[in-house]
């Protein structure tokens, strides 16, 4: 089969979407694709040089007479560069705003038959899409595109019912670097390190801090834990909802035992010290971060939300709760983490469900079917 050349926009910066856009584009390059990211920096997970990986920045003027600078136009205006100086085959979208519509804009703009791939991740449909004045925006991107997924049938399911596309949707699960992220052998010295002593269990939680990722509760689920085994809370991120959990952290009887270790970028070696993955978030479409704990061979109590209960299964791999049940959280957290015999199951389910569900190879086979699909109709 010829070797395609794939265009990639996402959000470069910390964040699921932009992970899993960046992993493809990394395992494309890796199979012998052209990979180019049209994006406003270069992705955060692109730590190494590949010959067959570009980077296309997006700039952005922001002259006085503009009230806002017009990131939109100007991406659009450099993807149609790209189609038109790389001979693009396809262009690989994440997030249908503003992405997909400028991906659409572009197309026009530069007058070829290009194939758009449109990812939804969530928030363009959870939050945007609540939002009457990107309603018909996000509809549009969707509609035009000539290939669209979604990251789990939850999200698949809401993208119907809140913005009714005229469009088929197809899901394609995210997946992570089995390379990367397995249990690490020096993960007790990372465990030293942090003054966390050996009989302690470790809880983690990252994310970016977002409201809907409901913080509170991970730390009062992770109180109630305290108060019977001991125990550390790790929490790995940075954002909007840091100062109110610090705060909240601080009158607890526990604040010794919360950990803020702020943004990392080596998070799996974090996973290797944990035993449980809190993720009690109010909206979720898949939460790529439970699937890197699991990956690590760390089990993981989610809520009821969006696509969590499709990667966590339920007294299998982790525990489902309902959204703000955080004594049922902290009850099952205890029951698993002082029975060694069944977190050892846990354990191996979580790595088992990985390499079964969300094992990288067939996905991104998934992937390049669809390019391929495309590439045949320019
Ligand atoms: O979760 C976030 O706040 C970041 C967001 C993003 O745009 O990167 O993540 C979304 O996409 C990820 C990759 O598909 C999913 O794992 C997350 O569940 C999803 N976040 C939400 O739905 C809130």
Redesign the pocket.
């Known amino acids: 089969m010829r070797k395609l050349k794939i265009g990639i926009t996402c959000?470069p910066t910390v964040?699921?979407?932009?992970?899993?856009a960046t992993e493809l584009g990394k395992k494309l390059a890796e199979r012998g694709h052209e990979i180019h990211f049209i994006t406003s920096s270069v992705p955060f997970r692109l730590k190494k040089i590949y010959p067959n990986v570009f980077f296309h920045e997006v700039e952005v003027n922001n002259y006085s007479v503009f009230q806002y600078p017009p990131y939109d136009i100007a991406l659009a205006s450099k993807m149609a560069d790209v189609i038109l100086d790389q001979n693009l085959d396809v262009l690989h979208v994440h997030?249908a705003i503003p992405h997909a519509v400028c991906a659409v804009l572009a197309r026009d703009m530069c007058g070829e038959n290009i194939g758009i791939v449109t990812t939804l991740?969530?928030?363009d449909i959870?939050v945007l899409g609540q939002d009457s004045t990107l309603a018909q925006a996000i509809k549009y991107g969707i509609e035009k595109s000539d290939i669209v997924t979604a990251?789990s049938n939850a999200?698949k399911e809401q993208t119907y019912e809140i913005i009714k596309p005229n469009k088929e949707i197809e899901t394609i699960y995210?997946f992570v670097d089995e390379s990367v992220f397995k249990p690490l052998e020096e993960a007790p010295l990372l465990k030293k390190q942090y003054g966390i002593g050996e009989d302690e269990k470790v809880i983690i939680h990252c994310?970016?801090f977002?409201r809907?990722?409901n913080l509170p509760d991970v730390v009062e689920t992770f109180i109630r834990i305290r108060s019977q085994i001991p125990a550390k809370l790790l929490l790995v991120g940075d954002g909007p909802e840091q100062h109110r959990v610090m705060v909240q952290a601080k009158e607890s009887p526990y604040k010794d035992d919360i950990l803020f270790l702020g943004k990392q970028e080596n998070v799996e070696e974090l996973f290797s010290i944990s035993d449980l993955k809190l993720l009690m978030?109010e909206?979720?479409?898949?939460?790529?971060?439970l699937l890197e704990a699991m990956a690590c061979g760390v089990p993981g109590i989610g809520t009821n939300v969006?696509?969590i209960p499709e990667v966590i299964e339920h007294g299998v791999n982790g525990y489902i709760v309902e959204l703000g049940d955080v004594q049922q959280a902290a009850e099952y957290a205890i029951e698993l983490l002082s029975d060694e015999n069944k977190h050892a199951d846990f354990k191996k389910n979580a790595i088992h469900t990985v390499q079964t569900k969300f094992s990288a190879e067939p996905i991104i086979d998934h992937y390049e079917e669809l390019y391929y699909r495309l590439a045949a109709l320019k």
Do not use: D, M, P, Q
């Open positions: 959000y964040g699921g979407s932009g992970v899993l997030y991740h969530g928030t959870s990251v999200l995210n994310s970016n977002r809907i990722k978030s909206k979720e479409s898949f939460g790529l971060v969006g696509g």
